[in-house]
């Protein structure tokens, strides 16, 4: 079964300063990976995904993400953090198989703050 | 090309109401999911249905929840006898297809007093 471990419930960050949130994946299958981001009472977006492709995957907003077949992991980076940053960053796996229904199946989240 | 749309964006239910959740997915989309997130928690797969069809309800608790995708009009979750422990944000999500990019609705935030 599909699973996602996202290591750190929390992360503070300096505003300008770089952003890791790390993401380990298990799978049984090829996996596709997403990240997304939730701000305060709203939906969630689509940063980027994974699907087979390119292993380094840019996303909206300077985000990428860089998935390691060899360390189960599809961290999410971005060079400089800006305030508009601060939000939940979920990491998540797409079901795979047999019974493949496309449903997403969602980490824990990562509380991203940035300080001035 | 309107997003998804999810009304009403607050519900408040005292114990043993019903709950009505309704989900209007993006234009050509005919593939809904419903996932619920409790608070401090990730989102969590509910059901997932297509036009008149319920297609994985895996993640449906057993009783008092049901689900519907009707040929005209909006999806419906619908949580009967609601107790407190389904005060939750419920999201939809919609897609073209199975495999195809879900694209998320702002959500429903019921609150069960």
């Known amino acids: 079964a599909q699973s996602v471990t996202q290591l750190d419930s929390h992360v503070s960050v300096s505003e ?4 890791l949130l790390r993401c380990n994946y298990s799978s049984s299958y090829s996996p596709s990976l997403f990240w997304y981001v939730q701000h305060p009472n709203k939906g ?3 940063l980027l995904k994974y699907t ?3 292993t380094l995957v840019k996303g909206i907003n300077g985000f990428e993400a860089e998935f390691k077949k060899s360390e189960t992991s599809f961290h999410l980076t971005k060079p400089s953090a800006h305030m508009s940053d601060a939000a939940e960053y979920f990491c998540v796996v797409s079901e795979e198989g047999s019974s493949n229904t496309g449903k997403l199946i969602f980490g824990q989240g990562t509380t991203l703050q940035v300080k001035p | ?3 998804v749309m999810q009304n009403p964006r607050h519900l408040v239910r005292r ?3 019903e709950a009505r959740l309704r989900c ?3 234009k050509g989309h005919s593939h809904v999911y419903w996932y619920r997130q409790l608070p401090e928690e990730g989102l969590k797969f509910m059901v997932y249905l297509q036009k008149e069809n319920i297609i994985d309800e895996s993640g449906m608790p057993k009783e008092r ?3 519907e995708f009707p040929k005209e009009g909006p999806s419906i979750l619908r949580i009967q006898q609601v107790v407190r ?3 939750a944000a419920y999201f939809c999500a919609s897609s073209p297809g199975t495999l195809s990019e879900q694209f998320f609705g702002p959500g429903t935030r019921l609150t069960v007093l």
């Open chain 1, 16 to 19: 300008g300063t770089p952003v």
């Open chain 1, 44 to 46: 969630l977006q689509l």
């Open chain 1, 52 to 54: 087979s492709a390119a």
């Open chain 2, 1 to 3: 090309n309107a997003g």
């Open chain 2, 15 to 17: 114990r043993g109401q």
């Open chain 2, 24 to 26: 209007s997915p993006m």
């Open chain 2, 65 to 67: 929840f049901s689900a």
């Open chain 2, 85 to 87: 422990g389904d005060s």
